[in-house]
């Protein structure tokens, strides 16, 4: 049987402000990236999202941004790798203490918007992260596309070597023919009807593909499937996955636990 795991953005309000429905997500998915606070979210939904977690056995990652909670994290920027790193261990210093007060922890960090795009190319910014992840656990797992800088930041001989690195699809998102994803300032670069999004995530999971905007089919082998907590109608789409998946005897475990997708 295929195993996958389901995760989602979560934790992205501030303040009076909400952006999605964590309670309802968190019943859906099996992994919770939750925001930080550069980005989004404070410590009063950190808190909130992390006991939710807790209560419902899904497992919390740091969500870690790019200072930039004016632009949500979406906005390229140039960071010194010193900065950068110390940035990056703030944020999943801050959650994994959070989660721990709620009876829970950290297991995995993934990086957000304009930095997950820029670790996927840069291997400055890449190195940067995952430095981060290793000086606070280097058994902590990092998300990142397949073929991603990330990966060579991680393999042997590199500082970071200990890193583990899980490939990640996003069924929500079109995707380029060289498997990145399209500029979200492209049109059609989100998806949102419910269907379409359950069969691309199906085809991930059990296929190891996804067919591009312009019709190739992209290989995109993958151990963990995206959707997006902002997007408009994230629950439901959220719940189309799940139950497609589970109709396709796919087995929903997360990723950081005994017996998730290997």
């Given at each position: ?16 402000w909400?952006?999605?429905d ?13 925001a930080?606070g550069f ?15 807790v ?6 990652g740091?969500q ?5 909670l ?14 950068l790193?110390?940035?990056?261990l ?8 959070i989660?721990?007060a ?11 918007g ?5 670790i ?14 290793a ?14 800088a ?28 060289d498997g ?8 059609g670069?989100v ?17 190891g ?6 019709g ?25 996955v ?19 997708p290997?």
């Amino acid at each position: 049987m295929t195993v996958i795991d389901l995760n989602a953005d979560l934790g992205e309000g501030f303040g009076v402000w909400r952006l999605g429905d964590d309670l309802a997500l968190l019943d859906v998915v099996t992994s919770a990236n939750v925001a930080c606070g550069f980005h989004a979210g404070d410590p009063l939904i950190m808190r909130r999202v992390c006991a939710a977690a807790v209560e419902r056995g899904v497992a919390i990652g740091a969500q870690v941004s790019y200072r930039d909670l004016a632009g949500f994290g979406r906005r390229e920027m140039d960071v010194a790798p010193a900065e950068l790193t110390a940035e990056v261990l703030y944020q999943i210093a801050a959650l994994d203490g959070i989660a721990r007060a709620e009876g829970g922890r950290v297991g995995y960090v993934k990086p957000h918007g304009a930095l997950y795009n820029r670790i996927a190319r840069d291997p400055g910014q890449a190195r940067a992260v995952v430095a981060a992840v290793a000086a606070y656990d280097p058994a902590l797992p990092v998300l990142a596309l397949p073929g991603s800088a990330v990966h060579a930041a991680t393999g042997p001989g590199t500082e970071a070597e200990r890193v583990p690195v899980v490939p990640e699809g996003y069924a929500d998102r079109a995707y380029t023919a060289d498997g990145t994803l399209v500029s979200r300032r492209s049109p059609g670069a989100v998806i949102h009807d419910p269907g379409a999004v359950a069969r691309r995530a199906v085809r991930m999971a059990v296929d190891g593909s996804v067919t591009a905007a312009d019709g190739v089919e992209v290989p995109l082998e993958v151990r963990s499937i995206c959707v997006h907590g902002d997007t408009p109608g994230a629950v439901e789409l959220a719940r189309a996955v799940r139950a497609a998946l589970l109709a396709a005897d796919v087995r929903l475990r997360p990723f950081t636990s005994p017996g998730g997708p290997a």
